[in-house]
């Protein structure tokens, strides 16, 4: 779990990086989330997009992403796009957390 410090630290390293993966009308699929898992190890922290004809919302995705992707946590959300975090577990984190 995440401290608000913490949090605050990911926001503003996420701040230039652009979505890796968005969410389309189908939703968030099995091939989605296993394609996550596997960005998510080596970029670590990951923004991702729901699309305007996308039926989920925002809250749902999140908690299907969670739920499928071991370890992974949820950052923040604004408007469309969702923040994802998760240390890598191959090699030493580029984002430090604060304590």
């Known amino acids: 779990m995440l401290t608000s410090k913490q949090r605050q630290f ?5 701040h230039r990086l ?8 189908g939703g968030v699929t099995s091939a989605q989330a296993a394609e996550l898992d596997i ?8 923004k991702i997009k729901i699309n305007q004809n996308s039926f989920e919302d925002e809250t749902s995705a999140v908690a299907a992403l969670c739920a499928a992707v071991p370890g992974l946590e949820h950052v923040w959300t604004i408007g469309h796009t969702m923040l994802f975090f998760r240390p890598s577990r191959t090699r030493e984190t580029r984002y430090p957390l604060p304590g």
Not at 18 to 25: C, F, T, Y
Not at 39 to 46: G, N, P, R, T
């Open 39 to 46: 960005m998510v190890d080596s970029l670590e922290l990951v």
């Open 18 to 25: 652009k979505p890796v993966m968005h969410v389309g009308k």
């Open 10 to 14: 990911l926001k503003a390293q996420a």
